[in-house]
């Protein structure tokens, strides 16, 4: 119990460090969007047709029970409702801790174990600040956008798959869609992506920045990076959906 203390307060203080450092001057704007491009441009395709896939499976799934109901007209607000609300954030931030956590963790591990950040220090420049905080920061800016991609990814593989069995047009499709959805079911849980881009880009430069393994910290940073911000990632959702019901009943359905 005591080592698991001990290791909840490092990542506790690395994280604090992290807040106070990304507003201390000056800012590695260059550094920040190198990582955005490097977070959003490779993530991007694996998020988008991760939610084509899910919105083709969940249409496939709830259509039969819905229209043994009656209710077949209520397809699309029940995709859309679904994405916005819960399996567009949640998906896509344990997507980028699968995509990005590990080559966060990697990477910073492999330049630990060849002395490349104690080189960064030799010439008087804070390695934390140049390499953790613009990682942690582009986790942050870039995983509300990766969100919203995967929403409407979802929406497009809805309206695919039930094009494909009762031709309804686009129009229509879309109508149905935002018709019982309101900016309290979209805003909301897809802020809440910004903690979970902190936690995952926290988490994982916090393994690679503080491994003393050399060469086989490395493998080691990456897997733990993975699977200790996924878990993290899903406490955390757990804890955000019960707070945006009370700051926001109206968005709870």
């Known amino acids: 119990m005591r080592k698991l203390f001990e290791f909840v307060g490092k990542v506790a203080r690395f994280g604090l460090q992290v807040i ?4 201390r001057p000056p800012i590695e704007f260059r550094q920040i969007w190198s990582q955005i491009a490097e977070v959003g441009s490779r993530s991007l395709p694996l998020v988008a047709a991760s939610g ?36 567009g954030p949640l998906v896509a931030a344990l997507l980028v801790a699968g995509r990005v956590g590990a080559g966060i963790g990697a990477v910073i591990a492999n330049m630990r174990a060849t ?3 104690d080189a960064i220090e030799a ?35 809805g309206y695919l798959s039930e094009y494909a069995l009762s031709h309804i047009s686009l129009r229509l499709y879309v ?25 995952i880009g926290t988490v994982s430069s916090f393994f690679g920045y503080t491994t003393n393994e050399g060469a086989e910290g490395v493998g080691r940073a990456a897997t733990n990076s993975v699977v ?9 959702d757990i804890i955000l959906v019960r707070c945006i019901f009370l700051a926001f ?5």
């Open 20 to 23: 106070v450092k990304t507003f």
């Open 52 to 87: 084509l896939a899910l919105g083709v499976v969940m249409t496939l799934h709830t259509r039969s029970t819905l229209v043994t109901f009656g209710a077949g007209a209520m397809i699309p607000a029940v995709q859309s409702i679904a994405f916005f609300v819960e399996i």
């Open 115 to 117: 002395e490349q950040i």
């Open 123 to 157: 010439l008087s420049i804070d390695s934390f600040k140049f390499l953790v905080v613009p990682r942690v920061a582009a986790c942050v800016l870039v995983l509300p956008l990766l969100t919203t991609f995967m929403d409407f990814s979802g929406l497009l593989g």
């Open 175 to 199: 109508t149905r869609a935002f018709t019982n959805l309101d900016w309290a079911n979209f805003v909301p849980p897809t802020l809440k992506t910004v903690v979970f881009g902190f936690i």
């Open 228 to 236: 200790l911000s996924s878990l993290l990632v899903i406490l955390a």
């Open 249 to 253: 009943p109206e968005s709870a359905i």
